[in-house]
């Protein structure tokens, strides 16, 4: 199973890498599989590499539904 998380991309440092923030933490991700990386643009992150650029709309369900997950595990 591959789980991927959304992650808005607040950085680009190079070609290759760019700063992510998703619930809070900044991690750098590897952009080599994907092409034209945007600033604000929302990316699945698995493994430390962007596999897919994601729409605002299909990032924000995503994210809806981690954090329910987080929620439903602190019980």
Known sequence: ???AVPAKVINILNDFTVEVETFGNIAQVNTSLIEDVKLDDYVL???GFAIEIVDN???AESL???RELYAADSI
């Open 45 to 47: 992150v698995h493994a």
């Open 64 to 66: 809806a539904l981690w």
């Open 1 to 3: 199973m591959c789980l």
């Open 57 to 59: 709309q299909s990032a």
